[in-house]
């Protein structure tokens, strides 16, 4: 089992920036790739970003690709999802999920935490 919670959600305006955490406690945090996803209001939850056990590959959404950047510290078991210039349409609730092996597909990730909310005001 992998336990996973984010933070760092909350109020945002347009154009600012916030940095998300998803903290993993349980089996080795160091052997899954990260993923963050998001779900707005009435909308299905839609892949943002992932990152390899390592941290040497990345994929992102179309739609935050240049704006958002994942990390992690697998020292700290801490993942991240730094989120610049951000717009009302990135309001949504974040989750970060775990899974074996770096994928863009939602039903792959085994491991989900509870979610933190993003709101961007315009």
């Known amino acids: 089992q992998v336990q996973l919670v984010e933070s760092g959600g909350g109020l945002v305006q347009a154009g600012g920036s916030l940095r998300l955490s998803c903290a993993a406690s349980g089996r080795t945090f160091s052997v899954y790739a990260m993923g963050w996803f998001r779900q707005a209001p009435g909308k299905e939850r839609e892949f943002v970003a992932a990152?390899?056990?390592?941290?040497?590959?990345?994929y992102y959404a179309d739609s935050v690709k240049g704006r958002f950047t994942i990390s992690r510290d697998n020292a700290k078991n801490t993942v991240y999802l730094q989120m610049n210039s951000l717009k009302p349409e990135d309001t949504a609730v974040y989750y970060c999920?775990?899974?074996?092996?770096?994928?863009?597909?939602?039903?792959?990730?085994?491991?989900w935490g509870q979610g933190t909310q993003v709101t961007v005001s315009s």
């Open positions: 999920a775990a899974k074996r092996g770096i994928t863009t597909t939602i039903h792959e990730y085994r491991y």
């Open positions: 990152v390899s056990w390592r941290g040497n590959i990345t």
